[in-house]
T-cell receptor, first 113, second 115 residues
Framework: GNSVTQMEGPVTLSEEAFLTINCTYT??????LFWYVQYPGEGLQLLLK?????DKGSNKGFEATYRKETTSFHLEKGSVQVSDSAVYFC????????????FGSGTRLQVQP | EPEVTQTPSHQVTQMGQEVILRCVPI?????FYWYRQILGQKVEFLVS????????KSEIFDDQFSVERPDGSNFTLKIRSTKLEDSAMYFC?????????????FGPGTRLTVL
C-alpha cells in the first residue's frame, strides 16, 4: 500500500517567516495528494490538493507542488501568521483504487508574534 | 457551507460498555468513513461505507466494531465492549460519489475516553 512520511515537529516560527513542511510519499501510480490542517480543538480540514503530477495546489497562501520525480508534496507558505498555528497532515489514498486515506504523522506549527 | 457533524463531542465510558458514536454526513455525499486518532499518534482509517454496506475496512476494525446508516442522514459507529485502548478521537468523514475523486470532508470528532 501507499505510505507517507512527514517531517517531525514541532516547528516554531516567528510571524511573517517562510514555512516549509516536508512530505514524501511511496505510492503505486500517481494518486491524488492532500494536505489537511487541524486547528486546536477542531477536526481535520482539507487545506489543498493536487490530483496529478506537476499540479500545484494552493489555498490561503499555502502551496504544494506534486513532484513525481522526488515523490514529494512539500507544503510552503511565504509569510506565516499566528492564526496558522495548527497541526498539518499530508495524506494520500491507502492504495490504488481505494478511497480511504493514509495520513502522515502530522507536523505541529507554532507561530509566535 | 455544508459540513459533517458529530455527536457527542466527548464521551466517557467504563471499560466493557457499549458506545455509539453518531455522525451526520454532508447530505448529497455517498461515501462515509470512520477514522481514529489515538492521542499523539497518526490518524488511522477504520472503515468506509457505501450503498448501505462496508466497502473497505482496516485491521483495526474487528468484530467489536460495527457501522450502520439507520436512516437517510445518520451514520453510526458502535463499539460493543470498549477497551482502554479504544480511547481516541474518532472522526467521521464523507465524500461525493465522483468517480476517482476522493476528497473527504471531516467532522470535528468525538473524543472517547474509556476508564
Amino acid at each position: 500500500g501507499n505510505s507517507v512520511t512527514q517531517m517531525e515537529g514541532p516547528v516554531t516560527l516567528s510571524e511573517e517567516a517562510f514555512l516549509t513542511i516536508n512530505c514524501t510519499y511511496t505510492a503505486t501510480g500517481y494518486p491524488s495528494l492532500f494536505w489537511y490542517v487541524q486547528y486546536p480543538g477542531e477536526g481535520l480540514q482539507l487545506l489543498l490538493k493536487a490530483t496529478k503530477a506537476d499540479d500545484k495546489g494552493s489555498n490561503k497562501g499555502f502551496e504544494a507542488t506534486y513532484r513525481k520525480e522526488t515523490t514529494s508534496f512539500h507544503l510552503e507558505k511565504g509569510s506565516v501568521q499566528v492564526s496558522d498555528s495548527a497541526v498539518y497532515f499530508c495524506a494520500l489514498p491507502l492504495d490504488t483504487g481505494r478511497r480511504a486515506l493514509t495520513f502522515g504523522s502530522g507536523t505541529r506549527l507554532q507561530v509566535q508574534p | 457551507e455544508p459540513e459533517v457533524t458529530q455527536t457527542p463531542s466527548h464521551q466517557v465510558t467504563q471499560m466493557g460498555q457499549e458506545v455509539i458514536l453518531r455522525c451526520v454526513p454532508i447530505s448529497n455525499h455517498l461515501y462515509f468513513y470512520w477514522y481514529r486518532q489515538i492521542l499523539g499518534q497518526k490518524v488511522e482509517f477504520l472503515v468506509s461505507f457505501y450503498n448501505n454496506e462496508i466497502s473497505e475496512k482496516s485491521e483495526i476494525f474487528d468484530d467489536q466494531f460495527s457501522v450502520e446508516r439507520p436512516d437517510g442522514s445518520n451514520f453510526t459507529l458502535k463499539i460493543r465492549s470498549t477497551k482502554l485502548e479504544d480511547s481516541a478521537m474518532y472522526f467521521c468523514a464523507s465524500s461525493p460519489g465522483t468517480r476517482g475523486y476522493n476528497e473527504q470532508f471531516f467532522g470535528p470528532g468525538t473524543r472517547l475516553t474509556v476508564l
